[in-house]
């Protein structure tokens, strides 16, 4: 086992403690703001600001995990968050895209109470970004001995 496989476990523990959850909470009302936030995302990506990426990423991640209630799990993520290089997703115009159409499928999921869909679409997202964070750290040599 190597530090690669401890991101991959960080993900799948995240993903599979955050699922489903998210749906069962959110009003109207939280879906326009996380609709919103996304928009500001994709302004952001569209731009090509990388800090103005991370902080509607930030921000629309920060509103989706209040709408899961679990305090517990928000503070984790806020706290391994922290120690994610962030603009090596926020550089990555395509990375940028893609987040954007997975929100828009969150949020449509989630307003369809979907729970399978939304399910899925929460562990792309963990699964994605510990894919393209080892890739990366694999390319710069991260692990090389």
């Keep these: 086992m190597d530090a690669s496989d401890d991101q991959t476990d960080d993900a799948e523990l995240l993903r599979a403690r955050h699922g489903g959850r998210r749906q069962k909470c959110a009003s109207d009302d939280d879906?326009?703001?996380l609709s919103a936030?996304?928009?500001?995302?994709a302004a952001a990506v569209d731009r090509g600001e990388p800090d103005a990426v991370v902080a509607a990423e930030f921000a629309f991640h920060?509103?989706?995990n209040r709408l899961a209630g679990r305090v517990k799990l928000a503070w984790f993520l806020l706290h391994?968050?922290?120690?994610?290089?962030?603009?090596?997703?926020a550089n990555d115009p395509d990375w940028g895209h893609s987040a954007v159409e997975h929100h828009a499928k969150l949020i449509a999921a989630m307003?369809?109470?979907?729970?399978?869909?939304?399910?899925?679409?929460?562990?792309?997202q963990f699964t994605d970004g510990a894919r393209?964070?080892?890739e990366t750290l694999e390319r710069t040599g991260m692990w090389d001995t």
């Design 31 to 33: 879906l326009a703001e």
């Design 37 to 41: 936030l996304n928009e500001q995302l």
């Design 62 to 64: 920060r509103a989706l």
């Design 80 to 89: 391994a968050a922290r120690y994610m290089p962030t603009l090596i997703y």
């Design 111 to 124: 307003r369809a109470r979907d729970t399978a869909a939304v399910v899925e679409l929460t562990e792309w």
């Design 132 to 134: 393209q964070l080892t």
